[in-house]
């Protein structure tokens, strides 16, 4: 495999990875997802510790849904996501930046602002926006991540247009999702109801993080060649 072909395995499996996430915080597990999550091949020789672990753990979680479930899991995301039942924000992991980066936990506040100029300067609304997500919604923020990880024969042919792609993702995961990840997927696990959504979240943050670091190494200087493509 040449090295371009490599560089776009590895956008390729982000942008399956970005999807993925995207997909689980926007709604409920359904039984089209649930048949795809059971036919997933889990990695199992990531080199990074806290993926894999997220990734065991995740495993383990889908290993035991079952279509009975699936009314479980739409509570857990209702109470858990959606504040469903109570109006204690402490008892809620809203999936907004807002939420977590302003110290009165409000919706549609900076980071709101922020996220609709970062996809206004790529000239595009985040896939899921549509559907009628606020613009910093966890979940449309990693489908514009997924939308930044698109593969393109002139990207992966150009060490300078490889090092803007990988800047934008840079920048974008470090002041739209980094900056209050951990705390949302803290939450999540602290107040999830099912192994499923608990598992979700450690797997979320790990990835995130590891992806960053991906990014991070392959901008040093002189060095552009493909990451790991476990995802």
């Given amino acids: 495999m040449s090295m371009h072909d490599s560089q776009r395995t590895w956008l390729r499996s982000r942008q399956i990875m970005y999807r993925l996430l995207s997909r689980l915080y926007w709604r409920e597990v359904d039984?089209?997802?649930l048949v795809s999550l059971k036919k997933m091949s889990i990695p199992a020789d990531c080199a990074d510790h806290a993926l894999q672990d997220g990734w065991n753990l995740f495993g383990e979680a889908v290993a035991g849904l079952s279509d009975e479930c699936l009314e479980d899991l739409a509570v857990d995301f209702a109470v858990t996501f959606l504040g469903a039942g109570t109006a204690k924000a402490a008892l809620m992991a809203l999936p907004f930046a807002s939420v977590?980066?302003?110290s009165r936990r409000m919706l549609m506040q900076d980071a709101r602002d922020r996220a609709v100029a970062a996809y206004r300067a790529k000239g595009q609304q985040a896939g899921?926006?549509?559907?009628?997500?606020?613009e910093d919604h966890l979940a449309v923020l990693l489908d514009f991540m997924a939308f930044l990880c698109r593969t393109d024969e002139t990207t992966v042919a150009d060490d300078v247009r490889m090092q803007s792609v990988l800047q934008e993702q840079q920048v974008f995961l470090e002041q739209h999702l980094l900056?209050?990840?951990?705390?949302?997927c803290e939450d999540v696990v602290k107040l999830g109801r099912t192994s499923f959504y608990r598992a979700v979240a450690r797997l979320t943050e790990a990835y995130l993080q590891f992806d960053?670091?991906?990014?991070?190494?392959?901008?040093?200087?002189?060095?552009?060649?493909?990451a790991s493509t476990v995802i």
């Fill in 100 to 102: 977590y980066t302003n």
């Fill in 31 to 33: 039984e089209i997802l």
């Fill in 179 to 184: 900056n209050w990840i951990g705390l949302f």
């Fill in 128 to 134: 899921l926006h549509p559907d009628g997500l606020p």
């Fill in 212 to 226: 960053v670091r991906q990014i991070r190494n392959l901008r040093q200087p002189g060095v552009i060649c493909a």
